[in-house]
């Protein structure tokens, strides 16, 4: 009989994974499996719940979370090679990587579409000792978008971390950085840099259109300006997906990438705080294989 590990973290979306895992065990059973669960109830033990899964030799593993959770997985499964199939129930507030996907954000929905069987190779990216699947954020502004209460992720959704980030561009300074990346360098005055896997950062599912789950590169944004002015212009561009046309910031794809600054910034890995700049990124293409619903014309 084929198994499946099921890892959930009691406490997301309102305690909503206590309510979903029954029905999340019956679907997986009636496709055949023999399922394990894990319960975490700390932080990393999602990683070892995924270790486990690779070194037991699952054949499937299916989280439920929120993001956090589901980097958690994504670090506990990159460095393996025996890590087994993968797929995750979104139970967070932005869940952009299931945006990213087309995994459905309501939570029995996206247990019911585990019957629809189509595997898909996603990339995933390495910073340091870390992987990110969704987006790479460095500057004092990630810094206060990650400390945006729950409360307010949970009222506002996409938009508490947009009120974050507004208040942040105004108030914060440049700062020196060269980034070099596969066609050169680029030297200049930055208040963020957004490195970026999927389409969706911070919900704005528009933001990278260019982005696939496979394309193999990373797509870079260069915030140059702060000012209320700049915020007023880039607001409106990021909710239209046109934010790399706008005359304050510099864009550009690569595989490879490095960040230095002229005083240590903060990097926001996926959500969870990274180290500082210095930084070295680089793709890992279609790296990780995930069971996805099957796409229709009209996704």
């Not at 954000?105 to 969704?134: H, S, W």
Request: include cysteine; aromatic fraction near 6%; charged fraction near 25%.
């Amino acid at each position: 009989m084929k198994r499946a590990m099921l890892i959930y973290n009691p406490s997301a979306g309102r305690e909503e994974a206590k309510q979903f895992k029954d029905r999340a065990i019956e679907v997986l059973t009636n496709l055949g499996f023999d399922v394990t669960v894990k319960e975490t109830q700390k932080q990393d033990d999602a990683t070892h719940f995924a270790e486990m899964a690779c070194t037991e030799k699952m054949d499937f593993l299916l989280a439920m979370g929120g993001d956090g959770t589901i980097s958690e997985v994504v670090n506990g499964l990159a460095e393996r090679e025996d890590r087994p199939l993968f797929s995750f129930v979104p139970l967070g507030t932005v869940n952009d990587f299931a945006r990213a996907l087309g995994i459905p954000l309501e939570p029995d929905i996206a247990i019911e579409a585990l019957k629809m069987t189509n595997t898909e190779q996603v990339d995933v990216g390495r910073i340091g000792d870390k992987y990110f699947v969704n987006v790479v954020a460095i500057g004092d502004i990630a810094s206060s978008v990650a400390d945006t209460p729950v409360e307010q992720k949970t009222r506002y959704g996409s938009m508490a971390y947009l009120m974050a980030g507004a208040k942040a561009i105004i108030s914060n300074e440049e700062v020196e950085m060269t980034i070099t990346h596969d066609h050169g360098s680029w030297k200049g005055t930055s208040i963020l840099v957004l490195v970026a896997l999927t389409n969706s950062v911070g919900g704005f599912e528009n933001l990278v259109k260019s982005a696939k789950i496979d394309d193999g590169k990373m797509h870079v944004f260069i915030i140059k300006q702060a000012g209320l002015a700049a915020i007023a212009r880039m607001g409106t561009k990021v909710m239209l997906g046109t934010l790399g046309k706008d005359e304050g910031v510099e864009t550009f794809t690569t595989e490879k990438l490095r960040i230095e600054s002229n005083r240590p910034l903060f990097c926001n890995v996926d959500g969870d705080q990274g180290d500082c700049t210095p930084l070295d990124i680089h793709i890992l293409p279609r790296h990780l294989e995930m069971l996805l619903p099957k796409k229709t014309e009209s996704n």
